[in-house]
Structure formats: C-alpha cells, structure tokens
C-alpha cells in the first residue's frame, strides 16, 4: 500500500463565516443562548410557584417599587453608555472607551448596592433563607413570620432568581472593568473586595458573597498572565453584549418578581 | 485574532459606524418610557392574569428593543438572526409544559 503524501505547504483556505461575524461574538452569542435558558428556567421556577400558591406573599410595597424602578433606570442607562462605549471604540476613541465603560460600571455598580439595600431590608424583616445567618435583635414582621413556613417557594425562588443575576451583574462590572482598565484594575478590585468584606456585618449574606470579588481578581489575574493584549473593539463589543443580556434579563425579572408581588399600601 | 477573524471584525466595526447615537436615544427613551408604564400598571391593583398577559408584551417589546439595537442583532445577517432567536423561543417554549401541572395543583390541592 502506497504511502500518503501530505502537502503541508499549501496556504490554508478559510470557509466564509455562516454567520458573516467573527468567532469570539459568535462564541459570546452561544453562551448567552445557553444562560438564557439558566434564568428561563429559573423565571419559570418562579412563575410555576405563583401560579400554583393561591397565598403568595405580596411583599413589594410603594418603597420597593420605587427602588427598583431606580435600579431598572440605572441599568437601561448603563445599556445605553455601553452602546456609545462600542460605537466609540469601533472609531478609535481610546479615551470616550475607557470613559463610557467607567460609566457603565458605574451604573452597575449603583444598580447592586440598591439591590444590596433592598435583600438586607427584607432579611431584616424577617424574609430569609435556612442558610442565610439571623440578624441579631431583629423582629419577624407580622407580614413575614408565617412566609417561610407556609411559602417557602417564595424566598427560595426570590433570593435565588434576583441573586443569580446580581453575580451577572456584578461579574460584568468586573468584565467592564478588566477591558477598561486591564491590569490597573486588579488592585481596585481587591480594594473593593475588601471593601465590601470588611464593611458588611458577619451576619449579611454579602460578608461572604464579597468573596466572588475575590475570586474574580485571581482570575482575572491569570488571564492577563497568560494571555496579556490591548483590547479592540471587537473585545468591546463582546462585552457589550453580555452587559446588554444581564440588562434583557432585569427586563423580565422586574415586572414578573415585583410588580406582580406588588400590594401598594 | 488571525488575518481572517481581523478582516472580518473590521468589516463588522464599519456595520456600526453608520449607526447614528440618535437612535440609541431613542430606543433608551421608549426603554424607561415602557418602564414607567409598567410602573404605572403596578399600581392600578388589576387581576393578575391580565395584568401579567400586559406584562409580559410590554416586556416583549422592551426585550426586542435591547435584542435588535443595543445588542445589534436587528443589522446581522438574516440567518443569524433566524437561528438564534428560533432555538431560545423554542427551547423556552418547551418550559411552558410544566404549567399545566402548576394549574392543576391549584385547581386540585396537592395529591
């Protein structure tokens, strides 16, 4: 049998690509495809325990609403200098980049201490988890003190939904800031996790979940190790893209969580 | 990047630069406009199954909006548009087969 030639020198051809853009957007594409349905199952998680519990608790009031009708404002706005940071860099504009980006994270940054405020404010009162510590001298409100007895659905799917996105948005805050801000960034990260460990008491779920800061700047750490470049705008629309599905996802998640729980008083 | 991926974001970056900021204004306007409707409906104290079916149209909308202009899916290529949003509506349309359950429990008690 006669031996194979293999020609190694012919110049390889290249297919056009099917979906006429490059492969890392394609690759962010099919990722958030696959989150979609994360928080698609999820939402319907939440959706299966209103429809089927005639007594689900209606903990949203005026305060509420009013706070995360400022959160969704924040992360509309956060879309929209995100957008202008894209359209910045495919022009070039290093500065407008990084500046638009420091706005976005911003935005995001604002938009988690207001949910932040909102989690601590139903834990105090009495909403919580098994796994979450109790708070010390703090009193079951009436409105609360059958809730996670008689509808433990309700704090399960609320916590884990709205605390499944908060990582998304806290996690592209960091993205944002690796592609703004590259390696100056990690000593602002680890300031922040420490930060955000040191100031909330032990008894706050966010004493711990501080930590994904740090795990983030380890990380973040690595990659730019390993694979250190000035990001184009190519970089920057892929991250754009993440930080407008954390945004579409908020879009369901604000009517469905509390305005449907809502019981204006 | 190699040379075929660098050509290929070049030509994607020269898509965007025709894009105008205007409409990214306006699509972020008919955004917080649609919240505050939303906002607006929360306070009416309506019956839950309509005031979600109102919902989660305007939630629809608000998601097209996103999907199409800030995340630029409305200038792909129509086969990319096509796939993508054909296999997410599928596969959370196939999620809808638990409701049935969730209706009976409701009308039944848990047996």
Known sequence: MADV???????????????????????????????????????????????????????????????????????LTSSLTMVLAVRASVFGRTKAVRLWLLATMACGTAFVILHGREWSR?????????????????ETSKEFRDVSKTVPQFPATFFGLTGMHML??????????????RKKFIPILLGLWLVAWLATPAYSPFHYGAHVLLVAAIVCTVILWLK????????????????????LVWMFIFPLVYLMSTRII | MDAVQVAIAERVAEQ????????????????LVITGMEV????????????????????????????????????????????????????????????????????????
């Open chain 1, 5 to 75: 030639a293999v020609q190694h020198s012919v110049a390889a051809a290249y297919e056009p690509s099917l979906f006429g853009t490059y492969s890392k957007k394609i690759g962010m594409w099919l990722f958030l495809l696959s989150d979609s349905l994360t928080f698609g199952a999820l939402l319907y998680a939440y959706s299966y325990g209103r429809i089927s519990t005639p007594n689900w608790p209606t903990p949203f009031h005026s305060g509420s609403i009013i706070n995360a009708t400022f959160m969704t404002a924040f992360l």
């Open chain 1, 122 to 138: 139903l834990i105090s009162e009495g909403l919580t988890l098994p796994v979450f510590p109790a708070v010390p001298g703090a």
């Open chain 1, 168 to 181: 998304h948005v806290t996690l592209g805050v960091v993205y944002l800031g690796i592609i703004a801000l």
């Open chain 1, 228 to 247: 250190p470049k000035v990001y184009d705008s190519s970089d920057v629309e892929v991250a754009g893209l993440y930080w407008h599905f954390v945004d």
């Open chain 2, 16 to 31: 965007h630069r025709h894009h105008g900021k205007a409409q990214f204004f306006w699509v972020w306007g008919a955004l």
């Open chain 2, 40 to 111: 607006y409906l929360g306070y009416q104290n309506m019956e839950p199954v309509r005031m979600l079916s109102i919902l989660m149209a305007l939630s629809i909308v608000k998601a097209a909006l996103i999907i199409g202009y800030f995340m630029h899916l409305k200038f792909e290529l129509t086969r990319m548009k096509w796939i993508t949003m054909c296999a997410l509506v599928f596969c959370l349309a196939m999620m809808c087969v638990f409701f049935p359950d969730a209706f009976r429990i409701i009308k039944y008690g848990v047996q």
